[in-house]
């Protein structure tokens, strides 16, 4: 018979989360029906505040795999929309998501595009280049940005 613990990793400093992390541990190995979570949580919040906001931001984010209210708007120059020759414009994904700050470089945006780790309003875009209607930003104009698990951003419109 196997025993399982369920830990919930929460962002929050590795000197408190180090902590906590231990006093549930052991809690929790002493009594194995004693869920870490259960233990972790009441700790958090003597220390945090906003725990409960961390807590359910995590769920949404994690448990429901769902979008975050608190996501950043960011504007992005218009170079990294493209007008074709047919007169169509297309946004370069690993450009705007660069210019979007979501990741450090275009080619680490190809190789998490060929991941399956680039979405746009919960839908995996594995395409380079996407065309859009009207003029940037277009219908794109609004759209949630995800990259990986963690980071975030709404593309709100052209920079000045």
Known sequence: MTSTRKFRVLLVPDSIYWVTGTIAKSIATANPWIDATVVSGPLLGELFPDADAISRRFDLVHKQHRIPEDVQDVRVPKSVFRKEQDGMWNV????????????????????????????????????????????????????????????????AGLAD
């Open 92 to 155: 370069h994904v690993p450009a705007l998501l660069e210019a979007m700050g979501l990741v450090s470089s275009r080619s680490e945006a190809r190789r998490l595009q060929a991941q399956g780790g680039v979405r746009m309003n919960g839908q995996s875009q594995p395409a380079e280049d996407l065309p859009i209607e009207g003029d940037p930003p277009g219908t794109m104009a609004g759209s949630v940005w995800q990259v990986g698990r963690r980071r975030f951003a709404r593309l």
